[in-house]
Each structure stands twice: as structure tokens, then as C-alpha cells.
């Protein structure tokens, strides 16, 4: 079972949506039509004990009725698979009509109505069909034989117009339900993207710098032991700063601001013998400017590192403006240029969710690449 089929399964148990959990309210308001049989019962011929039988099954049906709205949760219209206790409670309310049939007689046909509506709502579709056609055709049939057309012709039509209202009604709760289940779907579909996209730049940055650093110090480990082993020791705190910053990504608590990543960014870079010229200040940016000018920043300062051979790069604030370019090999070398790439399909994103346009091409100052965020 996947989580969710587990989460559905909750859901039915929990009750659901208020007009699930409130259904058996509307399902009582129609119990108003329980009049026909019950003063059938009031004017029946039948002995005391059969009197007193058909009216013990009259409760016992109301009952049973009420309880089947009000422990079954809508399954029939959700698409979830009915309760085992739904099915006992339609089996003893058809029972409890059956009971009924000594004192009233043909009079016990006025349950139908209630008995087509319990599977509508609350058992599976195809059996709500099954029941609604055993009942019309029944009661068509046993009219034709009987020729008691005058008595039962009303009811005969308000049923057949009844199972078209539930067939109706049912198949437009059941699009809703479904509609409202693929939304969830699409949302949940959205997060996990986010969260790829998030891991991806969060790692592919950090994971770089640690690959720079441990080939720094397998470098020095026998030149320079002690700068080797300094180098190590940022090792373990870049590595740590990458498990937090996942969780935090996880936890949707992305806390890292501009001037943390800028600094971050510019030593990286430095290390990996980059000259970095920062023109303009971050702080002309908004703060939710800022939030996604700091993940394109890092997912820039990634694909230098990684692709662009670089030894320049300007780094370029102003108002409502964010400018990346290197002097690097260019576009065709790197995952910025690459059309399905994470790297660029996560900036876009990032920069459509707010608001801005990302362009992305030839430096025209250093010969590598631009990348440009603008408001």
C-alpha cells in the first residue's frame, strides 16, 4: 500500500470532508417520506402480532438507514472501496423491510426509494445499478401482474426519477472527488519537484566545494601537512553545513539569506583560484528578491566551478537586477546550456515563481557566460 492509498484509507476512517461526515443530515430530511408505509402500518388489517413486527422492522429500518450515511463516509461517490459494515447495515435494512411485509403487504414497496439511495451514496456504483434495476423492473413487473396500476403508478415513476437524480448526482460528486484527488496529486507532484530542485542545488553546490577541498588536500598532504589538514578540518564543517542545509530544505525552512551565500559563493570561488569582483550592493535587493537571487547565485557559482574553467567572474546587484558572468569556456561546457538540465530548469522556475525573467547567455564584458535575473 502506498502512502496515498493509506492516506485515502485515513480519510474514510477520519470521515472525511464535512458532506461526508454530515451526509446522514440530509439522508434524515428525506425519512419525511417514511410516512407512506409507516401509515400504511396505522390503517393495516393485520393481526396485533404482524402489526407489531412490521413496525419493530419500521424502526429497525430507520435506524439502519441513518447509520449507514452516518458510518459509511460517501464511499460510494469517493471511489473508495466500501466498508465491510456498510454492506451488513444495507443487508439488515433490506431484512428489517422484509419484516414489514406481513402487516402491509405491497405497501413494503414504498421503501425502495431508501433502499436504491443506500448503495447510490454508500456502496460501490455498479451495485447501486443492480439494485436500482431489481427495483424498478420488480416493481414494474409486479404492477403488470397484479394490474394495481392505480396504486402504484406514482411510485413506480417518482423511483425511476429517483435513480436518474442519484445517477446523476453521483456521477458529478464523483468528478469532484476525483478532481479534488488529482489536484492533491499535482500539489504533491509540485513539492517533490521542489524538493529535487532544492536538493539538487543545495548538493551540487556544497558537494563541489568538499571535491575541491579533498583535492586540495591530497595535494598538500605531503607538502604542507598542516594546511592539509586545516583544509580537512572546513571539510567537516562544509560537510555539516550540507546535512543541515537539506534538512532544512526538507523542513521547508530555508533560512540562508544573500549576504551568507554571497560570502559563501566568493570563497569557494576564490579558493578554487577564481577572482571574484562583486559590483553593486545586495541590499538594493527586496527580501524576496533576495531569497531567490541567493539560489541562483548558487547554482551559478556550481556550474563555474564545475564546467566553466574559469579565472574571472563579476558578480552584479542593482535595483530589481542580478547579474552572473565568468570568463569561462561558455555555454556549450556547462549545465547552464544544457536545455534539460536541473541547473538551468531550476533557475527558471525559481525565477518564474517570482516574478522575475532569467536570461541566460554570452558575456559580452568576460566572454563566458551570463546569467541575468531581472524584476
Not at 439522508?27 to 404482524?50: D, K
Not at 401482474?145 to 402504484?152: H, I, L, Q, R
Amino acid at each position: 500500500m502506498n502512502h496515498l492509498q493509506a492516506s485515502q484509507e485515513q480519510d474514510v476512517e477520519r470521515g472525511g470532508a464535512p458532506w461526508t461526515r454530515y451526509s446522514w443530515v440530509m439522508a434524515a430530511l428525506w425519512l419525511m417520506f417514511i410516512f407512506y408505509p409507516a401509515s400504511a402500518l396505522v390503517s393495516s388489517p393485520a393481526s396485533g402480532s404482524e402489526r407489531i413486527l412490521g413496525w419493530t422492522g419500521l424502526v429497525a429500518f430507520v435506524v439502519l438507514y441513518l447509520l449507514a450515511f452516518r458510518l459509511g463516509h460517501n464511499t460510494g461517490v469517493s471511489g473508495a472501496a466500501p466498508l465491510p459494515r456498510t454492506w451488513w447495515l444495507f443487508s439488515a435494512a433490506v431484512f428489517s423491510v422484509l419484516l414489514t411485509i406481513p402487516a402491509i403487504g405491497d405497501g413494503a414497496f414504498s421503501f425502495l426509494p431508501f433502499v436504491v439511495t443506500i448503495p447510490a451514496y454508500q456502496l460501490s456504483r455498479w451495485f447501486f445499478y443492480a439494485v436500482a434495476a431489481v427495483s424498478v423492473l420488480g416493481l414494474a413487473g409486479y404492477v403488470m401482474v397484479t394490474g394495481t396500476w392505480a396504486e402504484n403508478i406514482a411510485l413506480l415513476i417518482i423511483l425511476v426519477v429517483l435513480c436518474m437524480v442519484h445517477t446523476v448526482t453521483t456521477w458529478l460528486i464523483g468528478r469532484s472527488v476525483e478532481a479534488e484527488r488529482l489536484s492533491r496529486d499535482l500539489v504533491a507532484s509540485e513539492e517533490r519537484e521542489t524538493l529535487a530542485r532544492d536538493v539538487h542545488d543545495l548538493l551540487g553546490h556544497s558537494l563541489t566545494v568538499v571535491k575541491l577541498k579533498a583535492e586540495l588536500a591530497r595535494k598538500l598532504i605531503r607538502k604542507d601537512p598542516d594546511r592539509a589538514e586545516r583544509e580537512l578540518a572546513e571539510l567537516d564543517t562544509l560537510v555539516a553545513e550540507a546535512i543541515s542545509g537539506v534538512r532544512a530544505t526538507v523542513t521547508g525552512l530555508r533560512t540562508e539569506g544573500l549576504p551568507a551565500q554571497l560570502a559563501s559563493a566568493t570563497t569557494a570561488m576564490e579558493q578554487a583560484g577564481i577572482a571574484v569582483d562583486v559590483r553593486g550592493d545586495e541590499a538594493k535587493l527586496s527580501a524576496a528578491q533576495s531569497l531567490v537571487t541567493a539560489w541562483i547565485l548558487r547554482e551559478a557559482t556550481t556550474n563555474t566551478l564545475r564546467h566553466a574553467q574559469a579565472s574571472r567572474v563579476c558578480i552584479g546587484f542593482r535595483p530589481g537586477a542580478f547579474s552572473f558572468e565568468d570568463d569561462g569556456v561558455g555555454l556549450a561546457a556547462g549545465d547552464v546550456g544544457e536545455p534539460d538540465g536541473n541547473g538551468l530548469r531550476g533557475m527558471k522556475e525559481r525565477a518564474t515563481v517570482a516574478g522575475a525573467e532569467l536570461g541566460v547567455g554570452v558575456s559580452h564584458d568576460l566572454g563566458g557566460t551570463r546569467v541575468e535575473l531581472t524584476w
